[in-house]
């Protein structure tokens, strides 16, 4: 099941920089996204979603941006602390019907060197 | 801040055994799940639960996998004669909505051996 991909299984970037994980999907039926962020021996925690009448949503630091076109999204960090290491999966739903399932990425292990 | 409690954190269990993965949903919340991680695989969904049925279920929630709603808080996945390859991390979520916003727990970690 290759319905969401995110190519890079790692990043490293020096504090204070941007990080700019990417996130790639085929199915042209999910209409909400999601990103995730997981620490070891913890369960995956919500950061951010956009819908797919978006094209950009934003949080604070957490940026999302999504090009339904490309059928790719990206999460843009800004500025990168070390307390954002962690292994952050893309995610992606089709809302039709409530309760439906999210379709994981595989996930990108992001490091923040200080 | 309301979260999802998983119990216990580390099951073993011996092939061929029933096991019972335990979950306290956000009291709340209307929707309830069940994901699992395969030790450098993804995150998969297994079922979804709403109103006291079962809304949505993969391809691996087989026979061999039942989820109930014994009582008003708890939300369990029952395995009935595990398989080495049921060894993972299972995640049970909730959410109120059931759409986005999904609250994981810690997860429990299940080898078989």
């Known amino acids: 099941d290759q319905q969401v991909k995110q190519n890079s299984p790692s990043l490293s970037v020096q504090e204070g920089r941007i990080s700019i994980l990417n996130c790639d999907y085929t199915?042209?039926?999910?209409?909400?996204f999601l990103w995730y962020k997981k620490y070891p021996a913890e369960g995956p925690t919500f950061l951010i979603s956009?819908?797919?009448?978006?094209d950009k949503n934003e949080d604070g630091r957490f940026t999302v941006f999504l090009n339904k076109s490309a059928k790719h999204l990206s999460l843009h960090i800004v500025p990168s602390q070390p307390g954002d290491s962690a292994v952050y999966f893309c995610?992606?739903?089709?809302?039709?019907?409530?309760?439906?399932?999210?379709?994981f990425g595989e996930g990108t292990q992001l490091t923040v060197n200080p | 801040e309301p979260e999802v409690t998983q119990t216990p954190s580390h099951q073993v269990t011996q092939m061929g055994q029933e096991v019972i993965l335990r979950c306290v949903p956000i009291?709340?919340?209307?929707?309830f799940y069940w994901y699992r991680q395969i030790l450098g695989q993804k995150v998969e969904f297994l079922v979804s639960?709403?109103?006291?049925?079962?809304?949505?279920k993969s391809e691996i929630f087989d026979d061999q996998f039942s989820v109930e709603r014994p009582d008003g808080s708890n939300f369990t996945l029952k395995i009935r004669s595990t398989k080495l390859e049921d060894s993972a991390m299972y995640f049970c979520?909730?959410?109120?909505?059931?759409?986005?916003?999904?609250?994981f727990g810690s997860g429990t970690r299940l080898t078989v051996v």
């Open positions: 979520a909730s959410s109120e909505l059931g759409v986005g916003g999904y609250t």
């Open positions: 199915n042209s039926m999910f209409d909400y």
């Open positions: 956009i819908s797919s009448i978006k």
């Open positions: 995610a992606a739903i089709k809302r039709e019907t409530s309760g439906s399932r999210l379709t």
């Open positions: 009291s709340n919340h209307l929707y």
């Open positions: 639960f709403y109103n006291n049925e079962i809304s949505e």
